[in-house]
């Protein structure tokens, strides 16, 4: 008993003395729940093993899933976009030229010879509608920018059209997977197919008006976020700008060195004005001095063809109808004067 | 990015080069003007983040004016980390030792604390007179307004100027104590007490 009294006020003594701070913490782990056994562990283990081993999963088509149903995705697609299409034209428009001659050879090794069993491909619908496109862009285009010489028209409607873009549209709105085609991720070329024929059969069921209005929607609307002014570039910009104003009859431009700053560093800036007939008409900065010029050519041109820097906005709302009728074509660059052009 | 935007964000970050006569002026105050172009305050695109400061050339440190007494009264604490390397040095002291020191802590005391405070102290130039090297003169485009006019001395206005002003009182010679000695240190000047918080050891009054 004394021993056990004398162990008891030795540790009341102990506690007393030690401080708060060096208190030592006994760290306890709880297992809740069952206990799990080790071939449970082992098991998943092995299973993380095989999976690495393996390597990342292929990927399949949705369609080759078992909830597909080709007629609803067809039916909500027509409604998302919100076109009506006759005479099974959709289901056409997405049929590619590949697809039939797979469905073709799977029926005759079947034995199924049917003369009226003929699935209809896309290539008259597409070439319909990229005829549709192409020209609706460049009226689009003109009817936008009335003052821009035709050589950047056309170098804007390239850019717009092309393959990579076109096939970005597609896979956006959602009509990637609605492709009918042999091959599986599609290329490139499939998708922009598939998109014109898509134009092709909304003008077939709708009139050309309606096909216009889904180009004005997904193919112009595209530029948006883009900077229109990087694509209007000609070679030699101050050659370009000295041209028109000896085809228009004044004095040639005259370039002078504003200013400039830091120039034995290396990062001098220089800015260089443009001036005619002792009137200043555009300022440009650069690197060195002739940046500086092609940069200052660049702002007097752009200001004359309509599209002055930072200021310009395109329209992407021009009324079909209004577009589809102007027939007339732009200025060419080689023979562009102020007195030429209708606006401004 | 067209290259027509490229170059209009080239011109925005571009350096400038400022120019700023010290003088006669005092480098205390002129910091705070020299401290505005160091750190870009001036700009529209300043941000405490953003490296957007200026050059600032500073030409005549030699001839720098400091207010009042302190000249004497002003001490420039140093130490070099070794025990009792603790030094105090007057303000002519380190004036006579390199006349470019006095603008330059100047500054470096009016520019905020930071990262970008050694950034920006490179590219403060301070030159002792007016001869620039010329990569550094071709660089210049601005000049900073001074605080103060430079007034000039009665010696250096020639005598023929000099003659033709009307003198209107006869004053004596020692009109005005000890007048003789203006502009240059008191010789027989009792060593002044240093504002510090400390002394140096073995100097203890006590």
């Not at chain 1, 010879?113 to 460049?138: M, Q």
């Not at chain 1, 492709?179 to 070329?189: G, R």
């Not at chain 2, 170059?7 to 400038?16: E, G, H």
Request: proline fraction near 6%; hydrophobic fraction near 35%; glycine fraction near 6%.
């Amino acid at each position: 008993m004394a021993t056990i009294r004398g162990c008891l006020a030795a540790s009341v003594l102990f506690r007393n003395s030690v401080k708060k701070s060096c208190v030592k913490y006994q760290v306890v782990r709880t297992v809740y729940g069952r206990k799990q056994s080790d071939e449970r562990a082992d098991m998943i283990r092995e299973l993380f093993k095989r999976k690495q081993e393996a390597g990342p999963e292929k990927k399949a088509h949705r369609g080759t899933y078992l909830d597909w149903n080709y007629k609803s995705e067809l039916f909500a697609f027509s409604k998302r976009i919100g076109e009506t299409f006759m005479n099974g034209s959709l289901e056409r428009a997405f049929t590619q030229r590949s697809y039939v001659l797979q469905q073709e050879a799977t029926q005759k090794d079947l034995g199924l010879d049917d003369p009226d069993r003929v699935l209809e491909d896309n290539r008259s619908l597409a070439e319909k509608g990229e005829e549709l496109s192409r020209d609706f862009v460049a009226r689009y285009l003109r009817t936008a920018l009335p003052c821009l010489p035709e050589e950047n028209i056309q170098s804007i409607r390239d850019h717009l059209l092309k393959p990579e873009s076109v096939a970005n549209i597609i896979s956006n709105i959602g009509a990637d997977e609605l492709i009918l085609t042999s091959e599986f991720p599609t290329e490139i070329q499939t998708r922009v197919s598939t998109f014109y024929a898509l134009i092709g059969a909304i003008e077939e069921s709708s009139g050309q008006e309606r096909g216009a209005l889904f180009v004005r929607d997904f193919i112009i609307a595209s530029l948006s976020g883009q900077d229109i002014n990087a694509l209007i570039m000609p070679e030699n910009k101050f050659e370009t700008l000295r041209e028109i104003f000896l085809r228009e009859g004044k004095e040639p431009p005259e370039p002078r060195l504003i200013s400039h700053v830091g120039i034995n560093t290396i990062i001098p800036s220089y800015r260089v004005g443009i001036y005619s007939e002792k009137k200043h008409i555009g300022t440009g900065d650069g690197e060195s001095v002739k940046d500086a010029l092609d940069n200052a050519s660049l702002s007097v041109l752009w200001k004359m063809w309509g599209v002055p820097d930072a200021v310009f906005q395109f329209p992407y709302q021009l009324d079909v109808g209004q577009v589809l009728s102007n027939n007339q074509t732009n200025v060419p660059g080689s023979e562009w004067t102020r007195e030429k052009i209708s606006c401004r | 990015m067209s290259s027509f935007r490229r170059a209009q964000q080239w011109a925005t970050f571009a350096r400038s080069w400022h120019l700023y006569d010290m003088k006669w002026q005092n480098p205390y105050e002129s910091a705070y003007v020299i401290k505005k172009y160091l750190s870009g305050l001036w700009k529209p695109i300043y941000h405490p983040l953003n490296n957007c400061g200026d050059h600032v050339v500073v030409i005549n440190s030699k001839e720098v004016a400091l207010p009042g007494d302190d000249w004497y009264r002003r001490a420039y604490f140093h130490h070099r980390r070794y025990a009792g390397s603790k030094s105090w040095t007057l303000a002519w002291e380190l004036h006579e030792a390199d006349n470019t020191l006095i603008v330059k802590k100047a500054v470096y005391f009016a520019l905020e604390k930071g990262l970008f405070r050694g950034n920006q102290m490179t590219r403060l130039h301070i030159f002792p007179d007016a001869n620039i090297p010329p990569e550094i003169a071709g660089n210049i485009t601005n000049q900073i307004r001074p605080l103060r006019p430079v007034p000039s001395k009665l010696e250096e206005v020639p005598d023929e100027v000099a003659s033709q002003c009307p003198q209107l009182f006869d004053l004596p010679a020692d009109f005005v104590e000890g007048s003789d000695l203006w502009g240059k240190p008191d010789p027989e000047r009792k060593a002044q007490p240093i504002r510090t918080p400390y002394k140096p050891k073995g100097q203890e009054p006590w």
